[in-house]
């Protein structure tokens, strides 16, 4: 095989398409043994409001597993010849675990109270507006869980700063922030139509698209923040 033959194997279109392709299966079975414990009892759990806070609980090893496949996909190569998702799952996933778990478990915490207060809206008695007012706060939360959760995989910052910066992107960043709304959506709709399996399976889709809708974010915090 020639220099120039060798040069171009692993480069072209196609390798990049399995290099790609590859890199995603391989993320998203690691996402599921990383979340396996939590993932499986939620599968199992009956939609009972009773159980909100449970799902919660079952919900937690999901934010590690989701930086970590974030990590590995940022640092992804489209070399065919030199890939190793699996090393950078592990190093995200090491790297980041008590930066993320910071965020996601307040987060995760914060949303069991909100989910608890609406399927018992009835018995409280409060005004109709109330609802709106919770799904409008949970949906902001969400948001900006997903922007935290990005800015805490990619970057090292504490988790005061990680709080700010999540918090000041969701206004600074308004394409970004439209975009993950449109994704929480489908995934949300998703879950409704079918089950939790089916947004579980597609993990690693949905993190490539928060992914994607953040580098507007991702590189402003990098040329403006860490330089």
């Given at each position: ?91 995200g ?29 009835a ?10 007012l ?20 990619l ?20 394409g ?11 995934a ?31 590189d ?8």
């Open positions: 095989m020639s220099d120039a033959t060798a040069g171009r194997f692993g480069t072209g279109p196609l390798s990049r398409v399995a290099a790609l392709v590859y890199t995603l299966l391989v993320v998203e079975l690691l996402f599921l043994v990383t979340a396996a414990p939590g993932l499986a009892a939620l599968v199992l759990l009956d939609r009972d409001a009773s159980n909100i806070p449970l799902a919660a609980l079952c919900a937690l090893p999901a934010g590690p597993a989701l930086s970590a496949a974030l990590y590995a996909l940022r640092h992804r190569r489209s070399d065919l010849t030199d890939l190793r998702p699996a090393a950078a799952f592990w190093r996933y090491r790297g980041n675990v008590a930066g993320v778990m910071k965020i996601w478990a307040p987060w995760l915490a914060g949303l069991a109270v909100v989910g608890t207060n609406l399927a018992n809206f018995a409280a008695g409060v005004p109709g507006w109330w609802a709106v919770l799904v409008a706060v949970a949906v902001a939360a969400a948001l900006w869980a997903a922007a935290a959760l990005v800015i805490t995989s970057f090292a910052f504490r988790a005061a700063d990680v709080v700010r910066l999540a918090s000041y992107s969701l206004v600074r960043f308004p970004v922030t439209v975009s993950n709304l449109c994704l929480l959506v489908v949300a709709g998703l879950t409704l139509v079918a089950t939790e399996a089916a947004v579980t399976l597609l993990a690693v889709v949905f993190a490539a698209a928060l992914l994607r809708n953040s580098r507007p974010m991702i402003e915090i990098r040329e403006r923040f860490t330089a």
